[in-house]
């Protein structure tokens, strides 16, 4: 499902209304209609609506709702930020509508919604899409308000967006609403998909408002939100006269003294994920380690001890040839001159390759060499690693997920997977992905080494940098998804992934 942001979904109302011809008056009605809707699942025999009100399109909603539910002998007031004379279009209209039917309006203040409790629900109808900035005064004592009464008892059911998370980011700039429900118009927004936006939001209900499906054409780059349909269709199914060397042979480059583990589970990443062929290469003290975890791999002794530095460079280059992947970073000993190592890697190899961990690290000051790059990247930076490559904050990356991704993506032409909750998946054209399976189970030492080595798979059965990296996150957290769900999120550890994806290709028959 496509995935809008705020002035992305400004264009597709204004193509609707313009381009169409479909009157902005009964696009609202239709919004209120699926809010009214909503309003009445959660609300009791003898409960009470309050519609909280702001002053734009999103107000004109709850002023419709209002009506609707009036009507249809519900108990409805609402609670106004803003004089009437204040409102404008459509919204002007549909208060105006109500004031005639006699409809309660009484203007904000902070005792508004002190008798408001169980069985009742509260419309959250403050902002819509169009926040940019900390909510103050009024508006930021509303939508404590609401919360206040939410914690009493009653159900918040926001318009289109809880109010004052942004719709972009899912990151609230101030004070937000937690709702229990959100109906929103036509797709889903990036603030209801991403984290803490994602629980924010609370139920989504994506309603049908007449949008036309042209309206989205030329609205882009595309945001999706990955569904296991789309996904299955990226992963083949095997053919009966198939042999090991339809499937590739990775190359793993990982490991180290006292990180063998992460080789390991990286290999084992790669042969779970389908891979015809796994070799291993590291340390010689590292390999037998390493095939001791996975029997069915190939080792590969990297000559000498030490960090992984130029004088390697022949060996890993005579190493990838006939690959068809090559995961590098996992565990790796990083030393000064492993960021030269990686560059001349990414410019000599003949196959996909994926960076991960130490290797990103190696590179981070020094990110021209996704540019120079003979074949198809793709890295997988934990929110950490991409502050280090894009040289932000941290917190930066975590406040713009999408933004980070997708620039980083289209500047240095490699496919971006932004890990954490709900990954982010960008590719160079600037098309993103995000993921809605996975678990705070998962954040443990290890996933993101099973994640690389599934991916690398992926790319030597053939799947294109994109279309890899959406599967194999994907898959990646549906089998901690169902790992979570038998043995806990607590308990759960790197090597129940490998099992989850095992059973994620036995329930999709691959």
């Known amino acids: 499902m496509r995935v809008l942001g705020a002035a992305e979904a400004r264009e597709v109302d204004a193509a609707a ?9 009964l696009l609202m009605e239709h919004a209120a209609r699926a809010v009214a809707d909503a309003v009445r699942e959660w609300l009791a025999p003898r409960g009470r609506v309050v519609v909280v009100a702001g002053a734009g399109n999103n107000a004109g909603d709850g002023y419709a709702a209002a009506r609707l539910l009036q009507v249809a002998a519900a108990s409805v007031r609402i ?9 404008r279009g459509d919204a002007a209209t549909n208060a105006g509508i109500w004031e005639r039917l006699g409809g309660t309006t009484e203007d904000f203040s902070e005792q508004a919604l002190d008798d408001v409790g169980p069985g009742d629900v509260v419309v959250d109808a403050i902002f819509g899409t169009g926040l940019r900035r900390e909510p103050e005064g009024d508006f930021a ?13 009653a159900r918040v059911v926001a318009v289109d967006l809880p109010s004052g998370l942004s719709a972009d980011t899912g990151v609230p700039p101030g004070a937000v609403v937690q709702a229990d429900c959100t109906v929103t118009f036509g797709t889903l927004k990036r603030g209801h998909v991403l984290q803490p936006g994602a629980d924010l939001s609370g139920e989504v209900r994506v309603a049908d408002i007449s949008i036309p499906p042209d309206a989205l054409l030329g609205i882009g780059p595309p945001v999706r939100l990955l569904d296991k349909a789309f996904v299955q269709g990226l992963v083949p ?9 339809n499937y590739g042979h990775c190359l793993v480059i990982a490991g180290s003294s006292g990180k063998s583990g992460a080789a390991a589970l990286a290999v084992r990443g790669a042969l779970v994920g389908g891979a015809g062929l796994v070799s291993v290469a590291s340390r010689p003290e590292v390999i037998p380690q390493v095939l ?7 080792g590969i002794a990297l000559p000498g001890d030490g960090p992984l530095g130029l004088t390697d460079v022949d060996a890993l280059l005579e190493a990838a040839q006939g690959k068809a992947a090559i995961l590098a970073g996992p565990g790796i000993p990083r030393g000064e001159e492993t960021g030269a190592l990686v560059a001349r890697l990414l410019a000599e190899a003949a196959c996909p390759v994926v960076l991960d961990a130490d290797a990103l690290n190696a590179v981070a000051k020094a990110t ?3 540019l120079d790059a003979n074949t198809e990247v793709v890295i997988t930076p934990h929110p950490g690693e991409m502050a280090r490559l894009a040289g932000i904050p941290t917190a930066a990356v975590q406040a713009d997920r999408i933004g980070v991704a997708q620039r980083f993506a289209r500047g240095h032409r490699c496919t971006v997977v932004l890990k954490g909750a709900r990954t982010v998946i960008a590719d160079p054209d600037g098309a993103v992905a995000i993921c809605p399976t996975g678990n705070a189970g998962m954040a443990t030492g290890g996933s993101g080494d099973v994640l690389g080595g599934l991916v690398a798979a992926l790319l030597a059965q053939g799947l294109a940098a994109f279309a890899a990296a959406r599967a194999g996150v994907y898959v990646h ?6 790992r979570a769900a038998a043995r806990g999120e607590m ?6 992934i490998l099992d989850g994806i095992a059973e994620v290709w036995a329930t999709w028959k691959r």
């Open 17 to 25: 209304i313009e381009t169409f011809g479909i009157p902005g008056l």
């Open 79 to 87: 609670v106004s930020l803003v004089e009437q004379e204040r409102l």
């Open 141 to 153: 004592a509303a939508i404590d308000a609401v919360n206040h009464a939410r914690s009493r008892g």
């Open 237 to 245: 199914r095997r053919s009966a006269d198939s042999h090991k060397g």
């Open 292 to 298: 001791g975890h996975a029997m069915e791999a190939m």
């Open 368 to 370: 021209d060499c996704f």
């Open 477 to 482: 957290g549906l089998a901690g998804d169902r």
């Open 491 to 496: 308990g759960l550890v790197a090597g129940d």
